[in-house]
Structure formats: C-alpha cells, structure tokens
C-alpha cells in the first residue's frame, strides 16, 4: 500500500490554515471536475483531490494524519502501526464502520471503511448532540477480571486561528468482564452536547488489547509458548502454566514435539461462550556450559546416532 501525502495533493503546506485548505481545494476541484478537464486522468484525481480534502478539512482525521509524521513521501510503501490513533476522540461514525465508499486502500487503513458526520439538525431547535469515538488500548487481564480504568482521551479543538490543538479529559470507565477486541464501551451521555434542550451524545471505546510479552490474542482464543524440556516432552509430565487467570496444572502427553498444541477449554476470554487458551510446546534445550554436560550431549550423539532431525527437510 502506497503512502498518500494529502498536503501535496491538495497543494497547501502543512501548517495551511483551515480557510487556506477550503480555498485550494475549490480552486483545485473547478479545475479538475471531469465536466471540465479534458485530461485522461482527471476523474481519478479528482477523486484523490475529494480524499485528500475529508481528511484536512476535519480536525479529528487531519490531527491524526499528522501524526504520522512528515518524513513520509507519497507512494512509499506504508503500513500503519496497530496504535496510532489510539486515545482519539472523533465525531461520527469514528475511525470505522458506515457504508463503504470508494476512497483508497490507504485512507480505509488508517479510517476505517466508512465515516459519518454529527447527528441532528442545525436549524433544530433542540438536538441530541452527536455521538463520539476512540479507540482505548487495555490489559488483556481486564478482560478476565474487569476493572475500573483512568482513561484519558485526546479531543481535537479548533481555535479562532483556526489551529487545531488538542484538550486531555480523563474518564473512570468501568471495563466489563468478557471485553474483547473491537468490541465497542458505551458511556451514555459523554459524547457532543446537545444543541438548546436536547440530550447529550455517547462516547463509544472501541478496545484494543496492549501488545503482551506472554500471550497472543484471537478472537475469544488466548495462546501461550510454553518452554518445555526434552524429558517433559519424550517421557510426559505434569507442568504448571501460568494463565491470565492464574496457574493451572496441565498434562503433557509423553512424545510431544516441538510447536505441538494443547487445549486449555474455557480458559480464554470470559463470555457466555468462553474461549479456550492453547499451550504451543517449545522445547527448551539446557546449556551445554561446562565438561559434564559437552559429555552428556556426546553420549547422546552416540545412543541416538541413527536420529536424524532433518529427515523430512529434504537433502
């Protein structure tokens, strides 16, 4: 996927007010309106031109963008890091769902295939205020246990300069027992105000679970690379394993191989159907760091000379 530099597109620098954005891209949209431009390609970047202009003309996506950097150039092969807009309030749809469009690869990757505008009318005398946004990054042990989190989030506000900067607000958000990932916390009332009477919106917290050193996460499913050593896995035995609900005891079957995978059933994520953790073996070889253990991998070498480990690899 090819990086889209919005500015350049746009033809505006990077600090361009928000009046000097709009300007731009009209001058640049009469220009290249397919009813207009004869040029082959001036559907496609008209097209690019409207992209571009949904981003910076939106504080929440235009702050985000920027925080990709500027040392990025258009078409560099580019992939957005799994956390980078995590904490962001955004008005609407947010980063995600709505009805697709037809923007690039590269704008659906970092906003998901959709986006939407605020609810309620302006010329409404009394409105609900629009819902709002972010993506929340947490422990997966919140989700076994639940917890109560300070969380805070980053809202874009524009300035009568029109520069955009953003406001911190922390929120004690209670995370439920059995969250998963892109499952979405409603907190009623903490989205837009509403226009005169009208009630406030919601603010939705789309989870994601923070990378962890020990477990990998799939769906409801939990796994765990359990070191294990030559005997425990050719004889069997009985290991403790540690779990994110705490150690459980289980059984390796005598003759296990390396990357074999055992099942923990309902040891994943909680839910009305829990999830299950599996254990993955790796064996674990002990250091050859003085005399007697050299002799002992010898005496291995001898018993087990007609091993070969490579068999299935081929010559």
Do not use: C
């Not at 949904?54 to 799994?82: N, S, T």
């Not at 070191?227 to 069997?236: C, F, I, K, T």
């Not at 993955?280 to 091993?307: H, K, N, T």
């Amino acid at each position: 996927m090819e990086f889209k530099d919005y500015y350049r597109i746009v033809g505006v620098p990077r600090d361009a007010s928000p009046d000097d954005v709009r300007r731009a891209y009209r001058r640049l949209a009469r220009r290249l309106h397919p009813d207009v431009s004869k040029a082959p390609d001036a559907e496609a970047r008209f097209k690019e031109l409207g992209e571009a202009y949904e981003v910076l003309k939106d504080p929440v996506k235009r702050e985000a963008y920027d925080r990709l950097g500027a040392d990025w150039k258009a078409g560099q092969d580019f992939r957005p890091p799994p956390d980078w807009n995590a904490g962001t309030e955004s008005a609407g749809d947010g980063f995600g769902g709505g009805e697709p469009t037809d923007f690039s690869d590269f704008f659906e990757a970092l906003f998901g295939r959709g986006f939407g505008g605020r609810r309620g009318g302006g010329a409404a005398v009394h409105a609900q205020g629009g819902d709002r946004h972010a993506r929340v990054q947490l422990d997966l042990e919140d989700a076994y246990h639940g917890a109560t989190r300070a969380i805070t989030l980053r809202v874009p506000v524009v300035e009568a300069q029109g520069r955009v900067t953003m406001r911190e607000h922390t929120l004690n958000v209670k995370i439920p027992r059995g969250v998963r990932a892109g499952q979405s916390i409603r907190l009623a009332g903490q989205g837009e105000a509403g226009l005169g009477q009208g009630p406030p919106g919601d603010l939705y917290l789309e989870v994601e679970f923070r990378p962890h050193p020990r477990y990998r996460v799939e769906g409801r499913d939990v796994y765990l690379d359990l070191p294990v050593a030559p005997w425990e896995a050719a004889l069997g035995a009985a290991v403790k394993v540690p779990t994110p609900g705490g150690m459980v005891e289980l059984k390796v079957p005598a003759g296990s191989v390396a990357r074999s995978k055992l099942r923990l059933k309902g040891r994943g994520i909680p839910g009305s159907t829990p999830g299950d953790l599996y254990v993955v073996l790796q064996i674990a070889l002990p250091p050859a760091d003085d005399e007697g253990a050299r002799a002992f991998y010898r005496d291995m070498a001898r018993r087990f000379g007609s091993f070969d480990p490579r068999a299935r690899v081929g010559a």
